[in-house]
């Protein structure tokens, strides 16, 4: 039995997190100050963008991002049914259907495969494609893009899981050469930590500019943009010139978020290296429990690490599994239910075959993975595997 218990995920909070967030409370900025702008202009950089937009959530980031590319009743978007719902529902609050794609069993991932055989259910309709890069896998986006925009469809990248992630062409995940944005979370179970936080990074700065406006309010403060002229000589002016919302992201979580990033080569480079460690402690136990897939020529780094067991060849159900490991002081996740499979979902299109997703979901178990893992925490989770699947 163990001591300490190792959870799925976790965040790394230092002195240097804490003394940015102390730092800016005592300013005079709680919102939107001087910390949103040096964490937007680090992030550009970080992941080689032209525009970063910070936001309160990934989720408000997908919003706005549909919404800013025009996605409305009567358009889809087609999401891949492995993913967080949010990816999904951002296109509900547009009004637009949901098209649920199916996935890799083994990786996950939407595929060009599982693209075109969604793109069929498309029936003449606009909108847009939104892959997800599940656990830091980042999709084959120069081959999805290409059947998208052969359908004239816009291309938004869920990279929640991706931050630190880099492509076939050793680009960063964000720099958008294969899409038009792509949304960042901060969530505290995420590679970076803000609390609550998102971000919108594109090379389009037209889509930026749409973006800083409808995350707050729809309401233009640049004078040179009034509609009304004799509003530039009134100092109390504003304009709400398009429908917006109120998702901007507190300079409290960009000092956060900021004091963070300068860390990312270092979370980056931890992760990378417990994966690695588990890579090569499950050699020992294939061909029932495999490594999660990668992709030829990416080089991801990895928010979940998300095995695959054949659950049934050892008699054993998940929930067992899970409990087993819980008594051995090993927190685990499943990650994700198929969106297909959700009441609301079900309700709205009906029951859907996707067997790829539905592989995928039988077989996925998230073991744990966080920079602050011990060195030999991979040895003590494989190991206490290994013991409840009575290998
Ligand atoms: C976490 C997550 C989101 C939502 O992020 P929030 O910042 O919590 O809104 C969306 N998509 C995926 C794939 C996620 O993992």
Excluded at 15 to 37: E, K, N, R
Excluded at 115 to 143: F, K, N, T, W, Y
Aim: charge should be negative; proline fraction near 6%.
């Amino acid at each position: 039995m163990s001591d300490c218990f190792i959870p799925y995920g976790r965040q790394w909070i230092d002195d240097a997190d804490i003394a940015a967030v102390t730092a800016c409370l005592q300013s005079d900025y709680l919102t939107t100050g001087p910390a949103v702008s040096a964490f937007e202009a680090a992030f550009a950089q970080t992941v080689q963008a032209s525009h970063a937009l910070s936001c309160h959530s990934a989720t408000a980031g997908l919003h706005l991002a549909y919404d800013g590319l025009g996605l409305k009743p009567g358009q889809c978007a087609i999401v891949p049914s492995i993913t967080f719902v949010a990816t999904a529902n951002a296109a509900r609050y547009c009004g637009a259907d949901v098209i649920l794609a199916d996935v890799d069993p083994h990786s996950g991932l939407m595929t060009p495969q599982t693209l075109q055989a969604a793109l069929a259910e498309l029936q003449g309709r606009s909108g847009l494609v939104a892959p997800v890069h599940l656990a830091g896998v980042p999709c084959d986006m120069p081959a999805l893009s290409a059947l998208a925009k052969e359908q004239g469809l816009a291309v938004v990248e869920d990279a929640s899981h991706a931050v630190g992630s880099l492509d076939e062409s050793g680009a960063p995940t964000g720099a958008c050469a294969h899409s038009d944005a792509a949304v960042f979370s901060f969530h505290p179970v995420k590679t970076l930590a803000c609390g609550e936080g998102g971000m919108v990074t594109t090379q389009d700065a037209e889509l930026a500019d749409i973006l800083s406006r409808t995350r707050s309010h729809g309401v233009v403060r640049d004078a040179a943009q009034f509609e009304r002229a004799e509003g530039a000589d009134e100092p109390w002016w504003y304009e709400m010139q398009t429908l917006g919302w109120n998702y901007r992201m507190p300079d409290i979580n960009a000092a956060l978020g900021l004091s963070q990033l300068n860390k990312l080569d270092r979370f980056a480079g931890r992760r990378r290296q417990l994966s690695q460690n588990y890579d090569e402690l499950l050699v020992e136990l294939a061909p029932h429990v495999l490594a999660p897939a990668g992709r030829p020529g990416v080089d991801p780094c990895r928010h979940l690490y998300n095995v695959q067991i054949d659950f049934a060849a050892f008699g054993l159900s998940r929930s067992q599994v899970m409990t087993g490991l819980r008594e051995y002081g090993v927190g685990t996740q499943v990650h994700y239910i198929p969106v297909h499979q959700h009441p609301y979902y079900k309700a709205l299109y009906g029951e859907k075959a996707l067997p790829g997703a539905e592989l995928y979901y039988e077989r996925t178990l998230s073991l744990p993975l966080y920079p602050l893992m011990a060195d030999e925490d991979p040895e003590r989770v494989v190991r206490a595997l290994g013991r409840v699947l009575g290998l």
